[in-house]
């Protein structure tokens, strides 16, 4: 079955350091989607970036890149210069084929992060 | 297209009551999803449509949960005989057939007193 991990429940950064975000991932399915999203206090969920189990390059968006090692199943999230703003909790994802499973998310448990001035 | 919107955004109701929450997605999106997400935890996968047909339903959802997409287009989740277990967020969101993006609506907080 599809499994998504995040082992750390909170963690802090200091303002205008990186921080990465570990996530792992459980699949038999060779095509599959891997989603990073930020969820303020205020409840909606923003999309952050996205890497595609074929993808040759791990992928960027501004501050954010995916640390994607397929041999050991990780996509970690790394945010560049935190900023005050990047306090939420952090959700990553995961999509099997979407042609045959109807593309349902199956998220992990989430990390709190706290930016520290 | 303003994104997802859900209404209503908070609803707090008294155990044994039904509850009516509904989704309009993005226009031309054919996708639609409803997720329930508790306190501390990751959003967890409900229920979905392509269209007007509910393709997909988890165990999570029981007989109490019944969801429509008449005409394809807005969502409605009916939840009978509201329990306390039943107080959550509950998200949803929407998407296009071979796009990988999903658009979330910003949720609905269910609280069962």
């Known amino acids: 079955a599809q499994k998504i991990t995040q082992t750390q429940p909170g963690m802090f950064v200091q303002e205008k350091e990186a921080v990465t975000l570990d996530c792992t991932y459980d699949t038999s399915d060779p095509s599959y989607g891997l989603f990073w999203y930020k969820q303020p206090s205020s409840g909606e969920m923003i999309f952050l970036i996205y890497q595609g189990s074929y993808d040759q390059q791990n992928a960027t968006e501004g501050r954010y890149s995916l640390n994607f090692q397929k041999a050991r199943k990780s996509a970690n999230l790394v945010i560049s210069a935190s900023q005050l703003g990047d306090s939420a909790m952090y959700f990553c994802?995961?999509?099997?084929?979407?042609?045959?499973?109807?593309?349902?998310?199956?998220f992990g448990q989430g990390t709190e992060l706290s930016v520290k001035p | 297209d303003t994104g997802v919107s859900q209404d209503p955004r908070h609803k707090i109701t008294k155990r044994g009551q039904n509850v009516t929450f509904r989704c309009d997605p993005i226009s031309e999106h054919n996708r639609l999803y409803w997720y329930r997400q508790t306190l501390g935890q990751g959003p967890e996968f409900l229920t979905y449509?392509?269209?007007?047909?509910?393709?997909?339903k988890s165990r999570l959802l029981s007989d109490r949960f019944s969801a429509e997409r008449p005409k394809g287009s807005f969502s409605t989740l009916e939840i009978q005989r509201t329990e306390q277990g039943d107080s959550a967020m509950y998200l949803c969101?929407?998407?296009?057939?071979?796009?990988?993006?999903?658009?979330f609506g910003s949720g609905t907080r269910l609280t069962v007193v």
């Open positions: 969101a929407s998407s296009l057939t071979g796009a990988y993006g999903y658009t």
């Open positions: 994802a995961m999509r099997e084929d979407p042609y045959n499973q109807g593309g349902k998310l199956i």
């Open positions: 449509f392509q269209n007007e047909a509910q393709l997909e």
